[in-house]
């Protein structure tokens, strides 16, 4: 089976949107052993999206939009498609009821031109997008082929493909494909690779690394008659890697969610601990990255934002002098920080952190990219000094990441 | 002109790398004035790649690839682009110096397979790679036509786009571009597209939307023989945009990176206010926004992530009475969030937000999306009830936007 990406999108040709949506995809597919040999993004204009249309028909089985769903003259994904398959939009009542309800769940009025969301061609199978008002579809274009049409925004996008449109390609396909995925934090991909250099078989199972701010990420692939001996095949090589690699391993799992901060909450909840952040340069990310958790609210008990040197004073009581001594960027007030933070919210484990993220601001002695963590226990406190480059957005998510990994190997220890 | 860009690279089709580099280029590109139609991606293989060649050059002036310019088998952007233009890749002395000065720099020994990197045709410009050591290139196609080699590695091709490649296409096209983005919060894209349908043209000047997470964003362009004129048309455009939409519109930039945050900060920074935050449901994402904008530091003192009800005691002195007597998600508690934080920060106003994110522990009395802001100033402390749609990253990122756009309108009251 071959499968084509065309995103739909002025805004795509202009720049306007990193086009993340054909990531996505590309590796969802190559999870599922679906080929692709060609990617194409057009603009919103209904002459060239029909020859791309027939284009990608052409070479490929199955050709995924992205784009163009959504109620104005603008969108003309299903309309192109529709005139290339031959047939008529007819207004859908099952998709009609989607976008009513989806309407009525945002408290919005539902405009006339909103139903062009619910037409589509008669032998369409509809698809439910329950993120948005925009229905999305697999439409059959003769020959066996289809059009799958997915919305733009990847909140949309992403969970209307793993839940509706993999279910399908794998129906089509008759393989069972399973994917593990090994998240590493505080070895660089280089590192990674050395390590396991011998296990990176394109083959079955494979084996690919993914990088992303800080972190590294494997998926374990394999692929077998039904997905009992997937799993099987790939249990061996999940343990080797772990074995190879130690500690920096900070989560395996079946989907690509895992996260630094559910590992820690996971930590926390296992030792019935609480927690407490106080945070300068990253000014409630690393408490706003804990919260993204479901059920944090048993182990995240509050913080503080100290984002100004006076803050850190009246909220935690980092004294002036310590500040005035060994500067705002410094181990020593990353210390007190964390011990006040500790203290005042009365938790079990509080996190700090100071650092200067820039752009201004850098000098010989604290240059930019200059960070301190503070972790505070009942039983001890220690810092961690870090010496981060990027821009001013990459060194405070750095920062926090740093914070998250700290923080459960503390509680951990 | 018209310009394609055509990724080349098997690590883009499996998902492997996200292609910034197109998003890079065609920003660049529409700066310039220069239009786009299409963008393909390929992987490493020769006969599709002579293919996407012989199509982008069909219907493009100037083809930009990037990837494959490296010493390996799999490189074969610059092969395959000789063999279509009918010329030999000959060794040329000036590239072959580029190529040695960069190993010798880097104290690397240069194999005899890194040579390859300096073959170009006969009539090809060499471009300088100061960050790599792959030579980029403008190939002469024949009938006007060119080809543009860039290196796949962003800090490679981008200085090498924006220094080389740049003055290059400005002295081809002569024309002028001028984009201005005007961004929207609290209306819907639909309601926004009726009232400005008739000012929606694809002509010059013409108006675009985007859509973002409970954000309108419009672009205005205008092409012009002069910067100068094309400004001139895009000023009445503007004008009428902001006349029908009022004080939802929150900035008009020249560039598209305007934000919620930045409008707030420069507010405060005007009126000389300093600011605190309250936090429960969004767990420091709104202070954490704040502090992105460079500068915060100025007008951000600091704030409390509040996340349990205890927290609000302790932290903010939300008498437990009213958390009792109100629920923990209501007008008063968030009123006394906004209140606390202000006076114990001795800030001249300060921003709350309460609520529930879900997944669980929604009522029918409060159901999942139920969320208040507080704002307090020492005139006043006045609350805001929300009602919200979507998972939980959804409702928290909401939650934080409406308080940036909160905050700045009592600022700029």
Not at 2 to 26: H, P, R, W, Y
Not at 56 to 61: G, V
Not at 170 to 179: D, E, Y
Not at 296 to 314: H, I, L, N
Request: overall charge neutral; some cysteine.
């Amino acid at each position: 089976m071959i499968a084509e990406i065309l995103c739909v999108g002025t805004e795509l040709l202009m720049g306007q949107v990193l086009n993340t949506n054909a990531q996505f995809i590309s590796r969802r597919l190559s999870a599922l052993g679906v080929t692709q040999y060609h990617q194409t993004v057009v603009g919103d204009n209904a002459e060239r999206l029909e020859e791309a249309y027939r284009t990608a028909l052409s070479r490929a089985d199955v050709v995924i939009t992205t784009g163009g769903l959504g109620p104005t003259v603008d969108d003309i994904t299903k309309r192109v498609a529709a005139k290339v398959a031959g047939k008529a939009l007819v207004l859908r009542p099952e998709a009609e009821a989607m976008v009513r309800e989806r309407f009525s769940q945002y408290h919005k009025e539902m405009t006339p031109n909103n139903v062009s969301q619910a037409m589509f061609t008669e032998d369409t199978a509809v698809l439910l997008n329950p993120n948005g008002t925009a229905p999305g579809a697999i439409v059959q274009m003769g020959g066996g082929k289809v059009v799958v049409h997915l919305p733009g925004p990847p909140r949309e996008m992403e969970p209307m493909f793993v839940d509706q449109v993999e279910p399908y390609l794998r129906k089509r396909s008759g393989k069972a494909l399973i994917s593990r995925y090994i998240r590493i934090f505080g070895m660089g991909e280089a590192m990674v690779d050395e390590r396991l250099r011998d296990l990176e078989l394109g083959g079955n199972p494979s084996l690919s690394p993914y990088c992303s701010t800080g972190e590294v990420m494997l998926r374990a692939t394999a692929s077998a008659d039904t997905e009992e001996t997937a799993r099987a095949m790939l249990e061996p090589v999940v343990d080797e890697v772990c074995r190879r690699l130690g500690d920096v391993v900070y989560a395996v799992d079946d989907d690509d969610r895992g996260s630094l901060a559910k590992r820690a909450v996971g930590a926390l909840k296992r030792k019935g601990w609480t927690v407490a952040t106080c945070e300068s340069l990253t000014g409630g990310m690393i408490a706003s990255t804990l919260v993204e958790v479901p059920g944090a609210s048993d182990v995240v008990k509050g913080g503080f934002v100290t984002y100004q040197s006076v803050a850190k004073t009246m909220l935690v009581g980092v004294p002036a002098e310590t500040i005035e001594r060994y500067n705002v960027v410094s181990a020593e007030v990353a210390s007190a920080m964390a011990r006040g933070a500790r203290e005042r919210l009365a938790v079990d484990i509080a996190v700090s952190a100071t650092g200067l993220a820039g752009p201004g601001g850098g000098t010989e002695a604290i240059p930019v990219g200059t960070v301190f963590l503070g972790i505070s226990t009942a039983e001890r406190t220690v810092t961690i000094p870090l010496r981060l480059s990027g821009d001013r957005a990459r060194i405070r998510e750095l920062s926090m990441k740093n914070a998250l990994d700290a923080l459960r190997r503390e509680v951990e220890r």
